[in-house]
């Protein structure tokens, strides 16, 4: 079509045909940016008489990104993308603030800031001015929009670093205090199989609680279907090319002037092959299809087409035999199984591909011979079961008594260690943990399940009290035996938990700082701009936020 363009380019058909190429062009991908830039909406925020353009957030997207993998950090771009856009917004308005209050970052500072970033040292430590030359050249960065940015990076972090001296020594206190206490539990670990039930059902009862649990007795819905496979090995001798295929194919090439044909006839016959073998592939297994659609026998459909036909009997969603627990053994089964599931009884599913172990194509299909729904099974046919399951509740219900009746009896002032003694119970005395579950001891890792399930509730009860909790199936009654005081902490502990309040509170403070500028300054965003920049970002966030 090209070449015929050109051939007839001075026409009067082929202008009119290329101007309403270009206007379409025009109209359909280049109005909407026109449009915008006339109406003056062609940026992603604006703060002030500040515009951020598609353009400077792409750039400085490209340089965080850059500088992250530099540091070999693991990214989350989506949160990335997030981040920097905040990023950019809130550096912006602190600019705008530090400029009304005569704010300058002078030369020395940017000196001093730039050269001290990794990535422009050499492995000497030394600034290498021909490494930041590359990164903005390779970015596509100007070196002013990448002077703006970074004077704005100085001033946000400034401005950040001056709210770390709010004085909040109450506050971190109290945070510490809070944070650094730990408690110590007494554990008694009641397993349901260790009680004995001795009472034997009637046939009335265990008839009556297979009909109140019917989720014990539920059978899996299982499917029985043939697979029928199409190899293309078994197409490629119905594929034939002479020798004026070749000559004809060696005509339209446009290599011809520079390769001769016997150093292509081999390229050629090989490209030939591969298009018309898919095309004798389409073919077919269309032909299958439709002939399966119209009712003919699965079996004599196989004959005609030379396919390859495996059935398989009564498997569920877990890919698993009813009767012989065997799975269904192919490579692609769990394709199979996920095909299989999604189609109804009597009907076929559409060709898929896979690839065997020779690299060679099958194409394959299924055929659904019969479901078996999914039921609860006659009391008849699962009695002993039912016997077994009403066991196993017997045995809770007797865990679940003594629980209670242990909890109850140390929140009215037992001592769990005496009681469990009593009924012939082992108690243990857990390591002393903190508010987020950390143990003091780690070499004790038998008690990190049960620590981890009942670190939040237990900072919430006094010495003394306790309750009980089921961790892997088993019920663990405890009670709080020791409150550790903060002031028993290790120093080291304290001051960690001091920074971490420190640098919450200045993330919080500059954010608030940032939220009461963003209205001075008047933020606006360009949410249907912001939706095209990032697709993936959720813009919700912005609207609460600005």
């Given at each position: 079509?090209?070449?015929?363009?050109r051939?007839?380019?001075?026409?009067?058909?082929?202008?009119?045909?290329?101007?309403?190429?270009?206007?379409?062009?025009?109209?359909?991908?280049?109005?909407?940016?026109?449009?915008?830039?006339?109406?003056?909406?062609?940026?992603?925020v604006?703060?002030?008489?500040v515009?951020?353009?598609?353009?400077?957030?792409?750039?400085?997207r490209?340089?965080?990104?850059?500088?992250?993998?530099?540091?070999?950090?693991?990214?989350?771009?989506?949160?990335?993308?997030?981040?920097?856009?905040?990023?950019?917004?809130?550096?912006?308005?602190i600019?705008?603030?530090?400029?009304?209050?005569g704010?300058?970052?002078?030369?020395?500072t940017?000196?001093?800031?730039?050269?001290?970033?990794?990535?422009?040292?050499?492995?000497?430590?030394?600034?290498?001015?021909?490494?930041?030359?590359?990164?903005?050249?390779?970015?596509?960065?100007?070196?002013p929009?990448?002077?703006?940015?970074?004077?704005?990076?100085?001033?946000?972090?400034?401005?950040?670093?001056?709210?770390?001296?709010?004085?909040?020594?109450?506050?971190?206190?109290?945070?510490?205090?809070a944070?650094?206490?730990?408690?110590?539990?007494?554990?008694?670990?009641?397993?349901?199989v260790?009680?004995?039930?001795?009472?034997?059902?009637?046939?009335?009862?265990?008839?009556?609680?297979?009909q109140?649990?019917?989720?014990?007795?539920?059978v899996?819905?299982?499917?029985?279907?043939?697979?029928?496979?199409?190899?293309?090995?078994?197409?490629?001798?119905?594929?034939?090319?002479?020798d004026?295929?070749?000559?004809?194919?060696?005509?339209?090439?446009?290599?011809?002037?520079?390769?001769?044909?016997?150093?292509?006839?081999?390229?050629?016959?090989?490209?030939?092959?591969?298009?018309?073998?898919?095309?004798?592939i389409?073919?077919?297994?269309?032909?299958?299809?439709?002939?399966?659609?119209?009712?003919?026998?699965?079996?004599?459909?196989?004959?005609?087409f030379?396919?390859?036909?495996?059935?398989?009997?009564?498997?569920?969603?877990?890919?698993?035999?009813?009767?012989?627990?065997?799975?269904?053994?192919?490579?692609?089964?769990?394709?199979?199984?996920?095909?299989?599931?999604?189609?109804?009884?009597?009907?076929?599913?559409?060709?898929?591909?896979?690839?065997?172990?020779?690299?060679?194509?099958?194409?394959?299909?299924?055929?659904?011979?019969?479901?078996?729904?999914?039921h609860?099974?006659?009391?008849?046919?699962v009695?002993?079961?039912?016997?077994v399951?009403?066991?196993k509740?017997?045995?809770?219900?007797?865990?679940?008594?003594?629980?209670?009746?242990?909890?109850?009896?140390?929140?009215?002032?037992?001592n769990?260690?005496?009681?469990?003694?009593?009924?012939?119970r082992?108690?243990?005395?857990?390591?002393?943990?903190?508010?987020?579950?950390?143990?003091?001891?780690?070499?004790?890792?038998k008690?990190?399940?049960?620590?981890?399930?009942?670190?939040?509730?237990?900072?919430?009860?006094?010495?003394?009290?306790?309750?009980?909790?089921?961790?892997?199936?088993?019920?663990?009654?405890?009670?709080?035996k020791?409150?550790?005081?903060?002031?028993?902490?290790d120093?080291?502990?304290?001051?960690?938990?001091?920074?971490?309040?420190?640098?919450?509170?200045?993330?919080?403070?500059?954010?608030?700082?940032v939220?009461?500028?963003?209205?001075?300054?008047?933020v606006?965003?360009?949410?249907?701009?912001?939706?095209?920049?990032?697709?993936?970002?959720?813009?919700?966030?912005?609207?609460?936020?600005?």
């Open positions: 079509m090209l070449e015929s363009i051939r007839h380019s001075n026409s009067i058909g082929v202008k009119i045909f290329l101007m309403v190429l270009a206007l379409t062009f025009v109209f359909c991908f280049g109005l909407p940016d026109i449009i915008r830039k006339l109406s003056g909406k062609d940026y992603l604006k703060i002030g008489k515009r951020i353009t598609p353009a400077m957030f792409k750039q400085e490209a340089k965080k990104l850059h500088m992250l993998k530099s540091s070999n950090r693991k990214i989350d771009e989506k949160s990335l993308t997030s981040s920097i856009l905040h990023q950019i917004i809130w550096e912006s308005i600019d705008l603030a530090s400029a009304d209050f704010f300058i970052v002078s030369d020395s940017m000196k001093e800031y730039i050269g001290g970033m990794n990535m422009f040292r050499d492995e000497q430590g030394r600034f290498n001015a021909n490494l930041l030359r590359n990164l903005l050249y390779k970015l596509q960065i100007p070196e929009m990448f002077l703006e940015l970074s004077k704005k990076e100085i001033k946000s972090a400034l401005v950040k670093s001056a709210l770390k001296y709010v004085s909040a020594s109450a506050e971190a206190d109290m945070y510490i205090d944070n650094l206490e730990k408690r110590r539990l007494s554990l008694v670990e009641l397993n349901p260790s009680f004995e039930v001795k009472e034997k059902p009637s046939t009335d009862e265990l008839r009556e609680f297979h109140n649990n019917p989720d014990f007795f539920m899996d819905e299982f499917r029985s279907f043939r697979i029928l496979e199409l190899s293309e090995s078994s197409l490629e001798k119905e594929v034939v090319i002479s004026d295929d070749l000559r004809e194919a060696y005509e339209c090439s446009p290599e011809r002037k520079e390769r001769a044909y016997d150093e292509m006839k081999a390229e050629l016959g090989l490209s030939i092959k591969q298009e018309r073998l898919q095309s004798k389409n073919e077919v297994t269309r032909q299958i299809e439709d002939t399966l659609m119209a009712g003919e026998n699965v079996e004599n459909v196989a004959k005609k030379n396919l390859k036909v495996t059935n398989v009997e009564n498997v569920n969603a877990q890919n698993k035999n009813s009767k012989s627990q065997e799975v269904l053994k192919t490579p692609y089964k769990n394709d199979i199984i996920s095909v299989v599931f999604s189609i109804d009884e009597g009907t076929d599913s559409s060709f898929s591909e896979i690839q065997d172990d020779k690299k060679n194509r099958i194409f394959w299909l299924v055929h659904l011979d019969g479901v078996t729904p999914r609860v099974e006659e009391f008849e046919k009695s002993d079961k039912a016997l399951e009403w066991t509740d017997r045995r809770q219900r007797k865990t679940l008594d003594m629980a209670n009746d242990l909890a109850t009896k140390i929140n009215e002032g037992g769990l260690e005496k009681l469990a003694a009593e009924h012939g082992i108690c243990n005395i857990s390591p002393a943990f903190d508010r987020l579950g950390a143990a003091s001891d780690d070499k004790n890792k008690f990190a399940d049960l620590i981890s399930a009942v670190h939040e509730e237990v900072f919430s009860k006094n010495k003394g009290e306790g309750s009980y909790k089921e961790v892997n199936g088993k019920i663990i009654v405890y009670q709080v020791d409150i550790i005081p903060a002031k028993q902490a120093p080291q502990d304290a001051s960690k938990y001091r920074a971490n309040l420190s640098q919450e509170m200045t993330d919080d403070l500059y954010q608030q700082l939220g009461y500028l963003s209205k001075k300054y008047e606006a965003i360009n949410y249907e701009m912001l939706k095209e920049s990032a697709e993936d970002l959720d813009t919700s966030e912005f609207n609460e936020i600005f």
